[in-house]
């Protein structure tokens, strides 16, 4: 097995030559290859939510591929190893795993939580003594839904966070009224900031009922789109084209998309 990872290091080594590798491998740095880092982990991702196991194992390979391509230039500059991002991640996971590796005992898992969060504080103090914010640490090029959750998150494990849920929904409630009143003002800027703070608490709704929002949207997302496909395809049966049907038909075809089998649309 280690074979095959000293081959896949090898062939990136090769495809980095300045003289006998690949043009436009040779020219990447960490910066250009941040679209594909994102792009591949989504694709991880869809091939788990499809269930397709043989795609799965082919994706975690493109993956791979970019923590190799990094650890490559990496090493070209200097920097750190392939290796050294192993032991890297080998030391945390140890570290974060009293309760495996040493003598600690959690007897739930919210012990088990608090510990690990309060093994990433410490880590993340020691990379950065001078930060005086518990929010420090939390990547702004996250996807927003998941940046607040976390944002969200690390000040409720400090005490700024609802003890129960429905004060939550009040907090929803009165965030759509406001955006109403922004709306009914006609000022774009006030609106947008307004959906902005709807969006926030909504996510903090979605903590408090232990739903992940990113999942949820994807998913509700999906299901739009399963349902206006059954839209297209009987629209086109019937010669036309969307624009050319009133709205009150194409909701029909939606609710009756909903009705022929909610676990398919």
């Not at 397709?52 to 390979?61: A, I, K, N, P, V």
Request: one cysteine or more; proline letters at 3%; glycine letters at 4%.
């Amino acid at each position: 097995m280690l074979n095959n990872t000293q081959n896949l290091l090898d062939i990136m080594a090769q495809l980095r030559h300045p003289e006998t590798g690949c043009a436009w491998d040779v020219k990447q740095d960490f910066a250009s290859l941040i679209p594909y880092v994102i792009e591949e982990a989504y694709e991880v991702v869809d091939a788990i939510e499809r269930e397709d196991l043989e795609d799965l194992r082919s994706e975690l390979g493109d993956l791979l591929l970019q923590v190799v391509f990094h650890s490559q230039i990496a090493n070209e500059r200097g920097l750190f190893s392939f290796e050294q991002v192993a032991e890297s991640i080998a030391d945390k996971l140890i570290r974060r795993h009293p309760h495996v590796f040493a003598d600690a005992v959690f007897e739930t898992d919210a012990e088990r939580h608090a510990a690990w969060e309060q093994s990433k504080a410490d880590e993340r103090k020691e990379k950065n003594p001078e930060s005086k914010s518990v929010l420090s640490g939390v990547a702004r090029s996250l996807p927003a839904l998941l940046e607040c959750e976390k944002i969200q998150d690390r000040a409720a494990q400090h005490g700024f966070d609802w003890k129960t849920v429905p004060p939550v929904f009040d907090k929803v409630l009165e965030e759509l009224d406001e955006v109403k009143e922004a709306w009914e003002s006609g000022n774009q800027a006030h609106i947008q900031e307004e959906i902005g703070d709807l969006l926030l608490v909504v996510v903090n709704l979605a903590r408090h009922l232990n739903v992940n929002p990113e999942i949820a949207l994807k998913q509700s997302t999906q299901k739009f789109s399963k349902r206006f496909h059954y839209i297209e395809k009987h629209v086109a049966a019937s010669g036309r084209v969307l624009k050319e049907c009133k709205l009150d038909e194409l909701d029909a075809l939606w609710n009756e998309a909903k009705r022929l089998n909610s676990a398919n649309f």
